[in-house]
């Protein structure tokens, strides 16, 4: 019995041993531009990837690659249900946990460019251990969501669904583009857009690319702080054109809760008064769509609701379920944004 | 000769009370002033007239104002200015009984426990339960008013079985706040982004969501609360004197222990539930009315309430208009405007404010 044991263990060695061999062995690497615009060697196709950002996720799962992820962070992307069963090897507060990402054996492991020392020191200790680190900038940002493709496209060495989903995408974004970059600024309404009671963002958000490509002038622009609290009476003063209301949450939305969250606003009492609840031009939406792969469709809602005589053929919803029926094989559940 | 003596007496201490009588309306009006200066600060390019102009339509039907200043003034400025008046009550007023019952200078709301147990209650709702705005805003606040409660209700257990001295009472007050602390931290290490960042805020405080449906509510409860508190006003004066002066004066002192400490609780968690965490004024307002008018709880109590509202109605309209439109939290103001005033009266004044 002892013996047999004895025997076993010595087996499981030995594999363990043939296992780590190829490891070893000099593997092809293909070079990408990480999140400062330097140039990086990461390994090539990769089959065990850790992916902590949950935009990556996606844009992995949308380029047909989703099962070479092994590891996630925190947040799981709403159209990628199958990353749900995935280690979470990251917290939000934390960052991320080196050993279990080491347990996990990955090829490469992809984070954001958050700063910080947790994340510095997780990556040290990651590289001394040998696992390569490719660094993206961070997903929020909204010109670096198509490199952010290529790159992945170049890793996972997919150039045609790579180009198939930037084409979507640029397709859209172009579109937006085309016909609101001509207004004069007296056509472009204001707005004021809401991440929670009163607290709206400035000029240095991503928010602002949003509100600038469809059309609009955003009203706290100009403020110093970049996600500022600021004044009810301010608001009001402003009375901007229109107020776009940003609702949070990991999961999809039922109707209710976004309708409920447009009618609170514009019930609230330094609210009543301003033009865009008279006209009942409040709406809500996902912070999804604001972000990563949902900027493009969040972009086209704006657009919709700046310029609606402008994009009286654009249904953004309709895009939307496209873009998750081509590229994620999944039907759109939920509702993203309320009119 | 000993008639005269009691004589003199007499008029030294008519004269005293009347000079601590003048405080506290002194800092009555000053509230007052200050609230109705207030008034007419904000983002809002309002003047001075325009602003009285909109409070007075309100009573009189001379003027006319337009519907934007009476929005502004009405429904925006007033319920943030009460809001800041009655929670600078109810934690100055706190404060003062708290640290009076259990005599020790270093005692506040924040010490007992209840802002963390508030704020605990607080970050569980915002972890297990946000989602609809409507709701969500009212989950949040009764589950940090019920934690509150609870967490005085536990120290006083634990003290209970210790015979009630103070000493266990503060200890388990301040053991309780750490470990409603660790729950936070648990917490905020568990949880997302989103709620990372709402249980921050909510940890800062601020009274931007002043409305007069909050204060409706507010203004009754924490005037009924500060009267209650006031008729034990002799009983903590006797009190202060040692527990066995207050027994033998026929005071039961437990009694009266738990009375002003659940009463203090309740008006504590009612404000903070609403406002989140502020810290300082219940620790402060108290110690700065020693210093000026002695430790008389007839006259400390409200007074502390006083200048509770005067500095976080001072601090608040600070964060309000200081650089507009944008708001500062007012944790950060008051304490910039609260610690030097304190400061200089710790080191200027000569009086031992606490014996």
């Not at chain 1, 749900?84 to 054996?105: H, K, M, Q």
């Not at chain 1, 990991?250 to 008064?273: A, H, N, Y």
Request: with cysteine; net charge negative.
């Amino acid at each position: 019995m002892n013996k047999n044991r004895r025997m076993a263990g010595v087996l499981v060695c030995l594999c363990l041993l043939f296992l780590s061999l190829p490891v070893c062995g000099e593997k092809e690497t293909v070079t990408v531009v990480d999140a400062w615009g330097e140039y990086v060697d990461v390994p090539l196709n990769p089959e065990r990837i850790v992916v902590l950002p949950s935009t990556l996720i996606e844009l992995i799962y949308a380029l047909g690659e989703g099962d070479r992820i092994v590891g996630r962070g925190v947040g799981v992307p709403a159209y990628c249900p199958s990353a749900e069963d995935l280690p979470c090897i990251a917290s939000c507060s934390v960052g991320p946990n080196v050993e279990a990402i080491l347990d996990l054996n990955p090829d490469l492991v992809i984070m954001c460019s958050a700063k910080g020392t947790k994340p510095a020191t997780a990556i040290e200790h990651l590289q001394s251990a040998g696992v390569p680190v490719l660094r993206l900038p961070s997903s929020c940002e909204p010109d670096t969501l198509l490199p952010q493709i290529e790159t992945l496209g170049l890793i996972l060495d997919k150039q045609e669904e790579t180009d198939e989903f930037v084409g979507f995408i640029e397709e859209y974004l172009d579109l937006i583009e085309e016909r609101t970059e001509d207004l004069e600024p007296g056509g472009r309404p204001t707005v004021y857009f809401e991440c929670k009671e009163y607290k709206t963002v400035n000029g240095e958000t991503p928010m602002q690319h949003h509100i600038n490509l469809a059309g609009g002038t955003n009203i706290a622009a100009e403020q110093s702080v970049k996600r500022p609290i600021v004044s009810p009476e301010w608001v009001l003063e402003t009375n901007p054109d229109i107020i776009v209301v940003g609702v949070s949450g990991s999961s999809p939305r039922t109707e209710e809760v976004m309708r409920g969250t447009r009618d609170d606003t514009r019930s609230r009492p330094g609210l009543k008064e301003v033009k865009a609840v008279e006209e009942k031009k409040v709406y809500t939406i996902s912070k999804k769509l604001m972000k990563g792969i949902g900027m493009p469709i969040g972009c086209l809602y704006f657009a919709k609701w700046f310029h609606p005589d402008l994009f009286e053929d654009i249904d953004p919803e309709a895009v939307h379920r496209e873009m998750l029926q081509t590229f994620f094989d999944v039907e759109l559940e939920g509702v993203y944004a309320c009119p | 000769m000993s008639d005269d003596e009691v004589f003199d007496a007499e008029e030294v201490y008519a004269r005293a009370s009347g000079k601590k009588t003048l405080f506290t309306l002194v800092l009555f009006v000053g509230v007052l002033a200050v609230a109705v200066f207030a008034t007419s600060m904000g983002a809002a390019s309002l003047g001075m007239g325009e602003s009285f102009g909109a409070v007075l339509a309100e009573f009189l039907p001379v003027e006319e104002v337009s519907t934007f200043a009476q929005v502004v003034v009405l429904q925006l400025r007033l319920p943030r200015i009460l809001m800041a008046i009655i929670t600078g009550i109810s934690l100055g007023v706190a404060g003062a009984v708290m640290q009076g019952v259990l005599r020790n200078p270093l005692v506040s709301p924040y010490t007992l426990g209840l802002s963390s147990g508030a704020a605990c209650g607080a970050a569980i709702a915002i972890v297990l339960g946000v989602g609809v705005l409507g709701a969500g805003r009212y989950v949040i606040v009764i589950n940090a008013f019920f934690f509150s409660l609870l967490t005085m209700a536990i120290v006083y257990g634990i003290s209970r079985m210790r015979g009630t001295s103070v000493e266990t009472l503060i200890l388990a007050g301040v053991a309780m706040g750490y470990l409603f602390s660790a729950v936070i931290s648990l917490l905020k290490y568990v949880s997302g982004n989103e709620e990372l960042r709402e249980i921050v805020f909510w940890l800062m405080g601020g009274l931007y969501t002043a409305r007069w449906e909050n204060v409706i509510i507010l203004i009754p409860a924490v005037l009924f609360f500060t009267l209650l508190l006031m008729r034990y006003s002799w009983d903590l004066n006797a009190m202060s004197a040692g527990e066995e002066v207050a027994s033998s004066l026929g005071i039961n002192v437990n009694r009266v222990r738990i009375i002003c400490l659940s009463l203090s609780a309740v008006l504590t968690a009612s404000v903070i539930a609403f406002t989140g965490i502020i810290g300082f004024i219940g620790l402060v307002s108290p110690h700065v009315c020693r210093l000026l008018i002695g430790s008389d709880h007839r006259y400390l109590i409200p007074c502390s309430g006083l200048i509770g509202a005067l500095v976080l109605l001072v601090s608040d309209t600070a964060c309000r208009t200081m650089i507009s439109p944008t708001e500062i939290p007012v944790g950060i103001v008051t304490a910039f405007i609260g610690v030097p005033f304190f400061l200089y009266l710790l080191v200027s004044r000569k009086r031992r404010w606490w014996q």
